[in-house]
């Protein structure tokens, strides 16, 4: 049984497609790929997955709620992390900008992991609060087979748990 | 008795021009009839018998003796005389007033008035005082004992906007002050001391207005000692309070310095100043050797030499950053803006400045321009890093001859795939040759079964692509991986087990595909890199701006800038098969610019242009309008390329035009940017008085505005002012 994983990622296609090779070769893994927010929102409703990478800057897709959010970010370019908005809407501890309806019970902290060029340590406080304990950082000595990685590392996490 | 009898005896022998007091008798018409030593004396006119002058002859204002008569008259239908008339009378050269009252003699058988008989007093002196407490400039009042007011001049009246004296006396005093507690201090101050000079006091109009006075005041008392009020004066110093005010708390350090025995000395500071310079009080201040205050004598003499630099330019010196020594030894760094002092014959007496404390905008500063030189050298390091990677990749792709791609094409995923067809069926064929020739007996032990299952599934992969990798651009990196692991799976097939031919057959066919692969990949590479050249040589040109030295305008004409930004994207172009198309409306038109600066914007919104062009036909290559034409002695260089959309709120709000904002479909196709050209071309365009206008609309009739999968048309516009000499020379022309 293949594992299903949504990897919510706006450069998935045009920037990172070598991390996919792996994926798709080793023929244990099921991808599914949302270059925004909105894309996002509606895979994690329509079907059950087995782990979920989120990119922290991401685009708001076609919302008009996340694109006003989107824009407001913006302004200010340390807030400007719409992934993050997303992770504490769906999971967070009450400190949601949208209340996002209709989210099934298996969206849990333990099945999403962050893959961004974001440093750690700046995340670090919101990881924790969001109960999130799967990151890795985007580097250029970033392998290509970091998605298999971080796939792997959720699945042991919740074989344990 | 008697002696009292003979006294009043004694009394009826006398007249009434015996009194002490001025006496006379005039006619209706004022004729002088008679009057007493008195009379002549106040009126200065010795001698005896009648004078033998009219009595409005002494009038400073003859008129008032018939209102004098009307005001009798009504007296004495009241049976009353008319009393205390201050009259002004004009004896020689003096003024003298005079307190005047008159009664009527009349004839008993018609009653008409036959004439009038007066007394007049001296009040000269009195009615002095009086007319100087009415007419002072300045406020005189009086309180009485219960510090209400008792009288009050018009000079008060009109301090505080009422209409008369009416209106204020009779109040209690602290009704006019703004504060209450100042009012009580007063009294406080008065009762101890019993007077003050020149204090500053708050007081309140009647419109509610404050006003600022200085009041002189000292206490009355009674002869038994006691309180009996006070009286005093006061001064609308409003002006003078608010600047002073203002001086004391505006968060600017305000000086004078002036040359005293060969050394500057600060003459006057307010409290700012003091406090900056860490003094304890303004007192401390002042008479401070000024030289003392600055860091080393080799910056007070740099100070100075500026100064006189400025002054010799005939303007005061600005924004001049002094470093200084505190009174209490801190290092800062103060802003100065100051101007020297002179005497009427031109000599420096000294300098007049305001100073604010910069000192951690100063390391502020520092620090940005080390950041700023720092970011220069990364990026310059980031661009040799980009020349040097290019020219690594050339001749790797040529060393992989034959290249199916053309040298100069953007590596795109449909040509990709594209080169990807025929080898992948190519491998996916002799695989599967390979794997039917696996006989039941020799194939676990030529091969686990576990590897066998992993051919198989990549075998699948390769003959079914299409369908397992449906994004076009997952495909090549898919593909390469399948041939990789293809490559490494039949290393593990024990020699002898299989026809050798087979097993050469699946790896060449192998590599053939893993060359074609890393072509792509280098391709793509040398796309990117190229992609990147621009963004990052234009950063370090704007970062570094403000550090360069200031370059000089020139006159330049619009092609010549055209061209050169064509030619500096050139390369990029080709990459992505984009191709010009220019159409110039003004040949000649020419603007004064920093050449390198306009280069740069131009090239900036090219970049764009290119960069976010689509194919507008199948197989035809994308293009791109230069269109130059002049409009009210502006000059419209307008790129207009067919391609992604900007959203029309991004325009609205001006999103675009902000630094490091990257547009919402600005990453479309993985393309990379900075955020940056933009801003940075507007602001080139303003500092040169013009503008960049941004218009992007669908590019097919009827295309929905809000539909963002359409194509748009968007045509950015720099525009910079005609060089004045050829706008007046079109001026003249069309004169």
């Given at each position: 049984?293949?594992?299903?994983?949504?990897?919510?990622?706006?450069?998935?296609?045009?920037?990172?497609?070598?991390?996919?090779?792996?994926?798709?070769?080793?023929?244990?893994?099921?991808?599914?790929i949302?270059?925004?927010v909105?894309?996002?929102?509606?895979?994690l409703?329509?079907?059950?997955?087995?782990?979920?990478?989120?990119?922290?800057?991401?685009p708001?897709?076609?919302?008009?709620?996340?694109?006003?959010?989107?824009?407001?970010?913006?302004?200010?370019?340390?807030?400007a992390?719409?992934?993050?908005?997303?992770?504490y809407?769906?999971?967070?501890?009450?400190?949601?900008?949208?209340?996002?309806?209709?989210m099934?019970?298996?969206?849990?902290p333990?099945?999403?992991g962050?893959?961004?060029?974001?440093?750690?340590?700046?995340?670090?406080?919101?990881?924790?609060?969001?109960?999130?304990?799967v990151?890795?950082?985007?580097?250029a000595?970033?392998?290509?087979?970091?998605?298999i990685?971080?796939?792997?590392?959720?699945?042991?996490?919740?074989q344990?748990? | 008795?008697?002696?009292?009898?003979?006294?009043?005896?004694?009394a009826?022998?006398?007249?009434?021009?015996?009194?002490?007091?001025?006496?006379?008798?005039?006619?209706?018409?004022?004729?002088?009839?008679?009057?007493?030593s008195?009379?002549?004396e106040?009126?200065?006119?010795?001698?005896g018998?009648?004078?033998?002058?009219?009595i409005?002859?002494?009038?400073?204002?003859?008129?008032q003796?018939?209102?004098?008569?009307?005001?009798?008259?009504?007296?004495?239908?009241?049976s009353?005389w008319?009393?205390?008339?201050?009259?002004?009378?004009?004896?020689?050269?003096?003024?003298?007033?005079?307190?005047?009252?008159?009664?009527?003699?009349?004839?008993?058988?018609?009653?008409e008035?036959?004439?009038?008989?007066?007394?007049?007093?001296d009040?000269?002196e009195?009615?002095?005082?009086?007319?100087?407490?009415?007419?002072?400039?300045?406020?005189?009042?009086?309180?009485?004992?219960?510090?209400?007011?008792?009288h009050?001049?018009?000079?008060?009246?009109?301090?505080?906007?009422?209409?008369?004296?009416?209106e204020i006396?009779?109040?209690?005093?602290?009704?006019?002050?703004?504060?209450?507690?100042?009012?009580?201090?007063?009294?406080?101050?008065?009762?101890?001391?019993?007077?003050?000079?020149?204090?500053?006091?708050?007081?309140?109009?009647?419109?509610?207005?404050?006003?600022?006075?200085?009041?002189?005041?000292?206490?009355?008392?009674?002869?038994?000692?006691?309180?009996?009020?006070?009286?005093?004066?006061?001064m609308?110093?409003?002006?003078?309070?608010?600047y002073?005010?203002?001086?004391?708390d505006?968060p600017?350090?305000?000086?004078?310095?002036?040359?005293?025995?060969?050394?500057?000395?600060?003459?006057h500071?307010?409290?700012?100043?003091?406090?900056?310079?860490?003094?304890?009080?303004?007192?401390e201040?002042?008479?401070?050797?000024?030289?003392?205050?600055?860091?080393?004598?080799?910056?007070y003499?740099?100070?100075?030499?500026?100064?006189?630099?400025?002054?010799?330019?005939?303007?005061?010196?600005?924004?001049?950053?002094?470093?200084?020594k505190?009174?209490?030894?801190?290092?800062?760094?103060?802003?100065?803006n100051?101007?020297?002092?002179?005497?009427?014959?031109?000599?420096?007496?000294?300098?007049?400045?305001?100073?604010r404390?910069?000192?951690?905008?100063?390391?502020?500063?520092?620090?940005?321009?080390?950041?700023?030189?720092?970011?220069?050298n990364?990026?310059?390091?980031?661009?040799?890093t980009?020349?040097?990677?290019?020219?690594l990749?050339?001749?790797?792709?040529?060393s992989?001859?034959?290249?199916?791609?053309?040298?100069?094409?953007?590596m795109?995923?449909?040509?990709a795939?594209?080169?990807?067809?025929?080898?992948?069926?190519?491998?996916?064929s002799?695989?599967?040759?390979?794997?039917?020739?696996?006989?039941?007996?020799?194939?676990?032990?030529?091969?686990?079964e576990?590897?066998?299952?992993?051919?198989?599934?990549?075998?699948?992969?390769l003959r079914?692509?299409?369908?397992?990798?449906?994004?076009?651009?997952?495909?090549?990196?898919?593909?390469a991986e399948?041939?990789?692991?293809?490559?490494?799976?039949?290393?593990?097939?024990?020699?002898?087990?299989?026809?050798?031919?087979?097993?050469r057959?699946?790896?060449n066919?192998?590599?053939?595909?893993?060359?074609?692969?890393?072509?792509?990949?280098?391709?793509?590479?040398?796309?990117?890199i190229?992609?990147?050249?621009?963004?990052?040589?234009?950063?370090r040109?704007?970062?570094?701006?403000?550090?360069?030295k200031?370059?000089?305008?020139?006159?330049?004409?619009?092609?010549?800038?055209?061209?050169?930004?064509?030619?500096?994207?050139?390369?990029?172009?080709?990459?992505?098969?984009?191709?010009?198309?220019?159409?110039?409306?003004s040949?000649?038109?020419?603007?004064?610019?920093?050449e390198r600066?306009?280069?740069?914007?131009?090239?900036?919104?090219?970049?764009?242009?290119?960069?976010?062009?689509?194919?507008?036909?199948?197989?035809?290559?994308?293009?791109?309008?230069?269109?130059?034409?002049?409009?009210?002695?502006?000059?419209?260089?307008?790129?207009?390329?067919?391609?992604?959309?900007?959203?029309?709120?991004?325009?609205?709000?001006?999103?675009?035009?902000?630094?490091?904002?990257?547009?919402?479909?600005?990453?479309?196709?993985?393309?990379?940017?900075?955020?940056?050209?933009?801003?940075?071309?507007?602001r080139v365009?303003?500092?040169?008085?013009?503008?960049?206008?941004?218009?992007s609309?669908?590019a097919?009739?009827?295309?929905?505005?809000?539909?963002?999968?359409?194509?748009?048309?968007?045509t950015?516009?720099?525009?910079?002012?005609?060089?004045?000499?050829?706008?007046?020379?079109?001026?003249?022309?069309?004169?």
């Amino acid at each position: 049984m293949k594992l299903k994983f949504l990897w919510i990622e706006d450069g998935a296609i045009a920037d990172y497609q070598t991390m996919l090779g792996p994926v798709f070769v080793s023929g244990k893994y099921d991808p599914v790929i949302a270059l925004n927010v909105a894309d996002g929102i509606r895979q994690l409703r329509q079907s059950r997955f087995d782990a979920v990478i989120v990119d922290i800057r991401l685009p708001p897709g076609e919302s008009s709620e996340w694109a006003r959010l989107y824009d407001e970010s913006r302004q200010n370019k340390a807030t400007a992390r719409l992934g993050l908005k997303v992770l504490y809407c769906l999971l967070g501890p009450g400190e949601e900008d949208i209340r996002i309806e209709g989210m099934p019970d298996w969206v849990k902290p333990d099945r999403f992991g962050v893959l961004t060029v974001e440093n750690k340590s700046e995340l670090q406080e919101d990881l924790d609060r969001l109960g999130i304990r799967v990151y890795r950082q985007k580097t250029a000595r970033t392998p290509n087979n970091v998605l298999i990685d971080m796939i792997e590392e959720i699945k042991r996490q919740m074989q344990t748990e | 008795m008697p002696e009292e009898n003979n006294l009043l005896e004694m009394a009826r022998q006398l007249t009434v021009f015996d009194l002490p007091l001025g006496v006379y008798l005039v006619t209706r018409g004022g004729r002088f009839v008679q009057c007493n030593s008195r009379v002549r004396e106040i009126l200065d006119s010795p001698g005896g018998g009648p004078l033998g002058r009219l009595i409005t002859d002494y009038y400073c204002n003859p008129h008032q003796r018939e209102e004098l008569k009307r005001k009798l008259e009504d007296a004495e239908k009241q049976s009353r005389w008319l009393e205390k008339q201050t009259l002004s009378f004009k004896v020689g050269d003096r003024e003298v007033f005079v307190q005047d009252y008159t009664r009527s003699i009349r004839d008993p058988a018609t009653n008409e008035v036959l004439g009038y008989l007066c007394c007049m007093v001296d009040v000269s002196e009195e009615e002095r005082y009086r007319q100087l407490f009415k007419d002072l400039p300045i406020g005189v009042y009086q309180l009485d004992e219960n510090d209400r007011c008792a009288h009050v001049n018009q000079a008060v009246v009109d301090m505080l906007g009422y209409k008369s004296a009416k209106e204020i006396e009779g109040r209690q005093v602290q009704d006019f002050y703004a504060n209450p507690d100042e009012a009580r201090e007063l009294r406080e101050i008065m009762e101890n001391q019993g007077s003050v000079v020149n204090k500053k006091m708050e007081l309140i109009k009647k419109d509610g207005e404050p006003i600022f006075v200085s009041l002189s005041a000292l206490n009355n008392h009674s002869p038994d000692g006691e309180y009996a009020g006070r009286e005093g004066t006061m001064m609308d110093v409003t002006t003078e309070e608010r600047y002073r005010r203002i001086l004391e708390d505006i968060p600017v350090g305000l000086y004078v310095v002036k040359s005293l025995n060969g050394e500057d000395v600060i003459t006057h500071c307010n409290e700012q100043f003091a406090a900056i310079n860490e003094f304890n009080s303004r007192n401390e201040a002042i008479g401070f050797r000024v030289k003392e205050l600055h860091a080393s004598p080799g910056e007070y003499s740099r100070f100075i030499s500026a100064l006189k630099d400025s002054a010799n330019r005939d303007e005061p010196l600005h924004g001049y950053a002094l470093n200084v020594k505190s009174r209490r030894g801190s290092k800062l760094v103060f802003e100065v803006n100051s101007r020297l002092l002179t005497d009427r014959s031109g000599k420096i007496i000294g300098r007049a400045g305001a100073v604010r404390d910069i000192s951690e905008e100063a390391a502020l500063r520092r620090k940005v321009t080390e950041v700023t030189e720092d970011i220069g050298n990364v990026l310059h390091t980031y661009s040799s890093t980009l020349l040097t990677l290019q020219h690594l990749i050339s001749p790797v792709i040529q060393s992989m001859r034959p290249d199916p791609f053309d040298g100069d094409k953007e590596m795109i995923a449909d040509l990709a795939v594209a080169a990807l067809t025929g080898p992948t069926e190519q491998l996916a064929s002799s695989l599967q040759k390979l794997m039917e020739l696996a006989r039941s007996e020799d194939r676990s032990s030529a091969l686990p079964e576990d590897d066998w299952q992993v051919l198989s599934h990549l075998f699948h992969i390769l003959r079914n692509v299409e369908q397992q990798i449906t994004y076009t651009e997952l495909r090549p990196p898919t593909i390469a991986e399948a041939a990789n692991k293809i490559v490494e799976v039949c290393g593990n097939i024990q020699k002898g087990k299989f026809p050798k031919e087979a097993l050469r057959q699946v790896r060449n066919d192998a590599q053939e595909l893993l060359r074609i692969c890393n072509l792509i990949a280098l391709h793509r590479a040398r796309d990117v890199i190229i992609e990147m050249d621009h963004p990052v040589r234009a950063l370090r040109e704007f970062v570094t701006s403000n550090a360069r030295k200031k370059e000089a305008r020139s006159v330049c004409k619009v092609s010549m800038l055209i061209s050169q930004v064509i030619h500096n994207l050139y390369g990029f172009a080709r990459s992505r098969g984009v191709t010009f198309k220019q159409r110039n409306d003004s040949q000649n038109a020419t603007v004064e610019v920093i050449e390198r600066d306009v280069i740069r914007a131009l090239g900036n919104l090219l970049h764009n242009a290119i960069k976010y062009s689509w194919g507008r036909k199948e197989g035809e290559h994308p293009w791109i309008l230069i269109h130059t034409f002049t409009e009210k002695d502006q000059v419209h260089v307008a790129f207009e390329n067919w391609g992604v959309p900007i959203p029309k709120g991004e325009i609205d709000q001006g999103l675009v035009f902000h630094l490091g904002y990257r547009g919402k479909l600005s990453s479309d196709r993985g393309r990379v940017g900075t955020g940056i050209g933009l801003t940075d071309a507007r602001r080139v365009a303003r500092d040169h008085d013009g503008d960049v206008t941004i218009d992007s609309r669908p590019a097919l009739f009827g295309g929905r505005e809000d539909d963002y999968k359409q194509p748009f048309l968007t045509t950015v516009t720099l525009i910079l002012p005609v060089h004045s000499k050829q706008r007046e020379k079109g001026e003249k022309n069309e004169a």
